[in-house]
């Protein structure tokens, strides 16, 4: 798992990953893993078209990126973004694996309860990512980099 | 440079993070007086899924009109993002990235003087020449 961050983030790749996460990282590249995204075009281009030129980049989805993830590690730091609790869940099905994972950016919707203004989780999200924590995946919350970290099994055991 | 009085009036709006647009409209407001057409929008709090449509229902209220310039913080962000997809479906919609006060300034003290393609790169001139360093 050296030299990748794992994050998880509905709104996938803008402003707080561009200017935020990445600096702070100092990342040379970015994963997007998503199934939605991987298959639409258009979103697809505009993401990529917002990643810093002098980054590599690229979208893949969570069968790819599980194959994919651990190539060229040694380059520098990759920051592998989720664009749904559902990708990072696909991801691990299909045989990758996740050290550490921050999560942020997981909006309000129907049935979802807040647990943080950036943490909002179902019955079945909190379930999913719980059983991932009870693995191999150690989960905390942090939105934006220059905050502290929540964990997050203590947050939903409240 | 096509400059004559009477041309279209161009509705702005400026879709950026946390308070940003209305700050903006504050600071504008405060040197050159009530700007008509002009709408400010923030991303916060918006998910994923209903980003575009807050930016969208800002725009029906100008989509008739020859030319929208939607004002943007942030090149890459997911305002940028939302503008974009907009922009695809909607062909008199412009957007202009790294939104500042210089650049605001000049769209509002020349729209109505100019045509949209000119208007544009004025005001783009105009927030590239506000950056100095000494």
Known sequence: ????????????????????????LNASRIIGVSEKYSGDEASKRLYLEAIPEELEGEILSPADAAIRVGENTQKGVTLVLFSSIGDACDYIEEGGKIGTLNLGGLYSGENRREYLPYIHLNTEEKECLSNMAAGETDIYCQDVPLTDRIDFLGLINK | MNQTPNKEVYPAIIFAHGDLGDSLRDA??????????????SNRGVGPEDIESRLEEAYSRYKDRP????????????????????????KNIRIITGVNLPMLLSFFTKRGRFEADDLEQEIKLAGKKGIEGH
């Open chain 2, 28 to 41: 504008i407001e405060g040197m050159i007086g009530e700007c008509p057409y002009f709408i400010t929008v």
């Open chain 1, 1 to 24: 798992m050296k030299n990748l961050f794992f994050r998880l983030d509905e709104k996938f790749i803008h402003a707080q990953i561009i200017h935020g996460w990445l600096p702070y």
């Open chain 2, 67 to 90: 030319a929208v310039f939607i004002f943007i913080d942030l090149f890459g962000s997911s305002c940028w993002k939302a503008a974009k997809l907009l922009g695809m479906k909607n």
